[in-house]
């Protein structure tokens, strides 16, 4: 496949990384538009933050939220993994519960639990009080993006965001949950609304992926951390149209859009459906396997098991190789994790991974 940079729209500003070519060529960006660079990009989800001493050190006497609305710390944090462990590309340090903060929700992140909400989201009146996500409210983002993009120089900026099951499933559980019962309960119980919930976060959704994008972010990710508690009938019926609906707004932006779930190897050719680029893979199944669902059609992302991020680097070397083989049989790859990085994992042993993978000519795998 012969790489040709992409006309972009002319939505995006003729300062943005993608428009002035300092990210247009770069490896990770090739990958996801479908060509396969000489080496395979890297980059890790959770990547910044969590295992760096650097990141515990500045952190000390700050609330996580508070850290995500503040341009500086957010951009620092988003470029400390590039710094050392020279990843193929950054993503924007922030949480999937930020904008729900920005409307006016009050939740707050609490240490060993996660976020968690002062009142949840139960019936229809509920769902309809929720206020639109404005675009004053987004300036934390777009600052913080802005001020991150203005470093990295030709290293991409990925944004992010919470996709609207996993974003509704926080707002009716009112905090983490194992298997979200109250959230499928709802979904079938009172379409009216589930409709006006999912709507609503389907909304904050794209527009705070469509304000990363254009402060200067050159991919976008969507993350549905809780989709895979969903058969596929219910993810079609209850659940696709939303995600759609969310990526609508970064559409016409010419950006890449990669689409991740947790527990998701079924759900895979419905989750590309809804109009994403690439299909980020979890450690469950093998990414030739997910290739194979997927009929061939879409770059990969994924999957390195993070348990074996603790595991002898002879344990660990063999795995990465065997997943940038299967890797292999897809149009292209970026190597990832099956999901994040623990906090208990050495960082040292994730700059290893990207040296290994960057000194693998992807010309030489041999998929078999």
């Keep these: 496949m012969t790489f040709q940079q992409p006309a972009h729209s002319v939505k995006l500003p003729v300062q943005h990384p993608l428009v002035d070519g300092r990210t247009a060529s770069a490896p990770l960006i090739r ?69 729900l903060k920005l409307a006016g929700i009050d939740v707050d992140i609490v240490p060993g639990r996660g976020p968690v909400l002062a009142r949840p989201i139960r019936t229809l009146a509920d769902a309809q009080a929720l206020t639109p996500l404005s675009p004053e409210a987004l300036q934390p983002i777009t600052d913080g993006v802005a001020l991150t993009v203005s470093q990295l120089g030709t290293t991409p900026l990925i944004g992010f965001a919470g996709a609207p099951f996993t974003l509704a499933a926080y707002l009716v559980e009112g905090g983490p949950s194992k298997d ?47 989709v895979g ?15 759609a609906r969310a990526l609508t707004p970064v559409r016409d932006l010419g950006v890449s859009i990669v689409h991740f779930g947790v527990g998701t190897g079924e759900l895979l050719p419905s989750m590309l459906a ?46 990465v190789r065997e997943v940038l083989a299967s890797g292999s049989e897809a149009p292209a790859h970026v190597l990832n994790l099956g999901h994040g990085v623990p906090p208990e994992t050495d960082p040292t042993v994730l700059t290893r991974i990207v040296e290994l993978a960057h000194s693998v000519d992807t010309h030489g795998i041999n998929p078999g």
């Design 229 to 243: 508690s969903l058969s596929v009938p219910d993810y079609e019926e209850h659940v696709a149209g939303y995600s």
């Design 180 to 226: 979200h019962l109250r959230a499928r309960a709802l979904m079938h119980s009172d379409p009216e609304t589930w409709a006006a919930l999912l709507g609503w976060a389907a909304d904050a959704s794209g527009a705070f992926l469509r304000a990363q994008v254009l402060a200067g972010a050159s991919a976008v990710q969507l993350f549905d951390s809780w």
């Design 274 to 319: 809804i109009g994403a680029d690439v299909m980020g893979v979890d450690d469950r199944i093998t990414l030739a396997e997910a290739n194979r669902r997927l009929g061939g059609v879409a770059p990969l992302q994924g999957n390195i098991n993070p348990a074996l991020l603790t595991a002898p680097w002879s344990v660990l070397e063999k795995h």
């Design 31 to 99: 990958a996801y538009r479908g060509d396969r660079p000489g080496v395979t990009p890297v980059w890790f989800m959770r990547q910044a933050g969590r295992s760096l001493p650097e990141y515990r050190e500045l952190r000390v006497g700050t609330q996580m939220l508070d850290v995500c609305l503040d341009p500086a710390l957010s951009s620092e944090i988003t470029l400390q993994p590039v710094r050392r462990h020279g990843v193929d590309a950054a993503i924007f340090f922030s949480d999937i519960v930020v904008p």
